[in-house]
């Protein structure tokens, strides 16, 4: 099993920055593959990137990719997001998630871990 904290969410501007990151507990954290997804008030969790077992390979929803990055570093059980040029409609509760199946899945229910959320706001 792995438990999953997420921190970083904040209040910011449109077109600002935040770093969230995903604090993993566990000893096998490298064998999950990584994502976060995101929940607006109303409307349905939806995913915002994946990270594979190794780091090596990425994928983004099309209406964050060029401006979210998503990294892990398996050596001290780290996922991150870097997100620039955020817009008002990413206002959401953002979640780390892990999966023991296959990278780059995009729905929620292919993922077995989740964190309790961060708070990310974008004010216009």
């Known amino acids: 099993q792995v438990q999953l904290v997420e921190s970083g969410g904040g209040l910011v501007q449109a077109g600002g920055s935040l770093r969230l990151s995903c604090a993993a507990s566990?000893?096998?954290?490298?064998?999950?593959?990584m994502g976060w997804f995101r929940q607006a008030p109303g409307k349905e969790r939806e995913f915002v990137a994946a990270?594979?077992?190794?780091?090596?390979?990425?994928a983004y929803a099309d209406s964050v990719r060029g401006r979210f990055a998503i990294a892990r570093d398996n050596a001290v059980n780290m996922v991150y997001m870097q997100m620039n040029s955020l817009r008002p409609e990413g206002t959401a509760v953002y979640y780390c998630?892990?999966?023991?199946?296959?990278?780059?899945?995009?729905?929620?229910?292919?993922?077995?871990?989740w964190g309790q959320g961060t708070q990310v706001t974008v004010s216009s």
């Open positions: 990270v594979s077992r190794s780091g090596g390979s990425t």
């Open positions: 998630a892990g999966t023991s199946g296959p990278h780059g899945v995009v729905r929620p229910g292919q993922y077995h871990y």
């Open positions: 566990g000893r096998t954290f490298s064998s999950y593959a």
